[in-house]
């Protein structure tokens, strides 16, 4: 039973924070409706479950468009530093177990994660985090 509940949380949380775009919801969803209005920040439906699967994918178009939800959302800031503490609260409820939560932090904040440019970062910080829950 724990072992179908952890991977329910975990499941949930790769929707939410590196989700798949038909499956993002509450301030993910929100977030990428903004990105998506942007005319600089818009996206094909499919780019980010493109990049999820491995896919190769306009990087600039991926990382502009996470870069522009995660400072919506508050998990980066205008510099493209990763705000820990406020990932940390969006991965909580979908994730529910303190243990992978940390270890998300420990590997996908660290400095190592946040070298090149804002969009370079954001779309590094989806897929450490993609990469951290497939391995819970």
Same mark, same amino acid.
């Given at each position: 039973? *724990?072992?179908? #509940?952890?991977?329910?949380?975990?499941?949930?949380?790769? !929707?939410? #924070?590196?989700?798949?775009?038909?499956?993002?919801?509450? +301030?993910?969803?929100?977030?990428?409706?903004?990105?998506? !209005?942007?005319?600089?920040?818009? !996206? =094909?439906?499919? %780019?980010?479950?493109?990049? &999820?699967?491995?896919?190769?994918?306009? +990087?600039?178009? %991926?990382?502009? *468009?996470?870069?522009?939800?995660?400072?919506?959302?508050?998990?980066?800031?205008?510099?493209?530093?990763?705000?820990?503490?406020?990932?940390?609260?969006? #991965? @909580?409820?979908?994730?529910?177990? =303190?243990? @992978?939560?940390?270890?998300? #932090?420990?590997?996908?904040?660290?400095?190592?994660?946040? *070298?090149?440019?804002?969009? +370079? @970062? &954001?779309? +590094? %910080?989806?897929?450490?985090?993609?990469?951290? %829950?497939?391995?819970?």
């Amino acid at each position: 039973m *724990h072992n179908k #509940l952890l991977f329910f949380c975990i499941t949930t949380a790769v !929707i939410c #924070l590196g989700g798949t775009q038909k499956n993002l919801t509450g +301030e993910f969803r929100k977030a990428h409706e903004f990105c998506q !209005i942007r005319s600089d920040t818009r !996206i =094909e439906e499919d %780019l980010m479950d493109r990049a &999820a699967a491995g896919q190769t994918v306009d +990087e600039y178009k %991926l990382g502009n *468009h996470l870069f522009c939800m995660y400072i919506k959302m508050g998990i980066m800031s205008r510099d493209g530093s990763i705000k820990a503490a406020t990932l940390r609260q969006q #991965l @909580v409820e979908p994730v529910k177990d =303190e243990a @992978v939560i940390d270890g998300i #932090l420990r590997n996908c904040v660290p400095s190592r994660v946040q *070298h090149g440019t804002s969009q +370079e @970062v &954001a779309a +590094e %910080l989806f897929r450490c985090v993609r990469r951290n %829950l497939r391995n819970a």
